[in-house]
């Protein structure tokens, strides 16, 4: 059974007892989960899973799955990355199809676009993660879900910036935040919805952590999840958090379109178990 290295700090950071500090008496109390997302079906919401890929044709996926990319290393190639339409995704270790079945789950009329970044070792250059989210940017994704990160400083800059243009361009990037203690990009920067994993199998009851960098968590420990080859396994780690979050995003977002990446975080926080008097 796959499973990820879980931090334990993080399940035990979104408590009740954590939360004191904040107030559920003010204007935030007026945010509702049922006005957040109530009815929604994330109908009309253009979600890029960048990842491994994804299964288009996995029964748990429906039809969600419109499409996608590839994104190869090749040191021949302009900034050292290829990209080749992937029509028909597939995935090439599970991981992605797993973020995209979660999402669809939530989310069921949300269109699902693969951006395959990583290899059958779930491994992969910072090149192609940062060129598969600037082709999201640039293709007019809402919601990213970035279930993968990376440690190295000398891509703090780039990842900054991609960041940077989504957060202007209205697209919520929802990021897991790293299984082990130590930085990772982009889920430090202030402007994305960073995540980890919380028990809990209500995809809808997650909470607000008051302590940054990481700032909610979700269901991820012991998760149910689509695989490829058709398979369903069960997992854990942060990974499998952040698309809880993305499909919430995704609910939101096809609810409320005005609504910019600030105020959906503003909402989410809101709405959070740990901040909401009634919960879901």
Known sequence: MPEETL????SQQFTPEAIKSLTVDGPLARLTPEWAWGDS????????????????DHPALDDCVHGGVIVEYDTKAEDNHRIKPDNKPGDVSGHGTACAGIIHSIAPDAEIYSVRVLGRNMAGRAIQFAAGLDWAIENDMQVVNLSLSTSLEEYFGLFHDLADQAYFKNINLVSAVNNIPEPSYPSLYSSVISVAAHEGHDPFTYYYNPNPPVEFGAPGIDVKVAWNRKQYLVCTGNSFAAPHMAGITALIRAKHPDLTPF?????????AANTHRQGK
């Open 41 to 56: 079906t994330g109908k009309g919401i253009r979600v890029a899973v960048v990842d491994s890929g994804v299964e288009y």
């Open 263 to 271: 105020q959906i975080k503003t909402v989410l926080l809101a709405c």
């Open 7 to 10: 931090h334990p700090a993080w």
